[in-house]
């Protein structure tokens, strides 16, 4: 007994535990590396999640995805921000512009981005996409109204207003770039059950109108009365 007591167990020995410290600490390092340098590809612009910036070259849509089971920005047709097609450098000077816009005036203090910040504002992850700026058409040089006079109308009546922050036209413009470049980044469907403004195009036909079912003959009866609650 006392034999078997004495016996080192290799996995209790302490050289066993230190290769194991230094193989395992050397192991998350490597790993460590990896998930750093595929982080910065994932949130890269230009790849498959975050896209280019001159994506606010375009409509985007927020559309449900079956597969995914959650809403996903959608890249669509040629709809150039203030009716101006801007190349892909234009197109990030503005963006970043935007953001740096963001920063300086401290919007996290309220709001959050990409759920990032306060919780006194709204999230401005799809705030392009609010349907409460009116109409896609509208929506623009609403978005600049308000961003630089914001203390002048209740918004989405939150109940709250925003102060005015003395934002610059410019840098409205821009801020406003930055958001809707910002509403394509696919979020996993965050924020979910949101219903973005109405972008279709104006041509679209008017939904046809249902045809009442005809009632099955064993409920018409049952249907009778309860449409002619006033006979009885
Ligand atoms: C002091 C707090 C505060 C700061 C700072 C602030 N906001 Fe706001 N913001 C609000 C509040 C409150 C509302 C809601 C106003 C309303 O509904 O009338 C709002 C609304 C908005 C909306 C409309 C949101 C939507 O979904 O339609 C946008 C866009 C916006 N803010 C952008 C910004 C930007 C960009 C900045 C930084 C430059 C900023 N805000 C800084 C408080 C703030």
Redesign the pocket.
């Known amino acids: 007994m006392a034999e078997t007591q004495t016996q080192a167990l290799w996995w209790a020995s302490e050289s066993f535990w230190r290769k194991m410290a230094i193989w395992v600490t050397a192991g998350s390092f490597v790993v460590l590396i990896f998930l750093t340098f595929d982080t910065v590809k994932q949130i890269t612009a230009g790849t498959k999640r975050v896209p280019a910036y001159s994506a606010i070259n375009n409509r985007i849509d927020y559309v449900f995805d079956a597969g995914r089971n959650f809403q996903v920005p959608v890249i669509g047709v040629e709809e150039p921000l203030f009716g101006k097609k801007l190349t892909e450098a234009e197109a990030e000077a503005m963006v970043s512009h935007?953001k740096l816009?963001?920063q300086?005036?401290?919007?996290?203090?309220?709001?959050t981005l990409l759920g990032n910040g306060?919780y006194?504002?709204?999230?401005?992850t799809?705030?392009w996409l609010?349907p409460?700026?009116g109409s896609k058409d509208a929506r623009e040089q609403a978005?600049v109204d308000?961003?630089m006079h914001?203390e002048l109308?209740?918004?989405?009546?939150?109940?709250?207003?925003?102060?005015n922050?003395g934002?610059t036209e410019d840098?409205a413009r821009a801020?406003v770039a930055?958001?809707k470049w910002m509403s394509s980044i696919d979020t996993n469907g965050f924020p979910a059950n949101f219903k973005p403004i109405d972008q279709a195009d104006a041509a679209a036909v008017a939904a046809p109108v249902a045809e009442p079912a005809a009632p099955a003959a064993d409920l018409a009866a049952s249907a009778d009365v309860s449409s002619t609650p006033a006979q009885q």
């Open positions: 935007g816009t963001t300086a005036k401290n919007c996290m203090g309220c709001h306060a006194f504002a709204p999230d401005l799809k705030a609010d409460a700026w978005m308000f961003l914001p109308a209740a918004h989405n009546a939150l109940g709250r207003r925003m102060p922050l934002i840098e801020t930055f958001l």
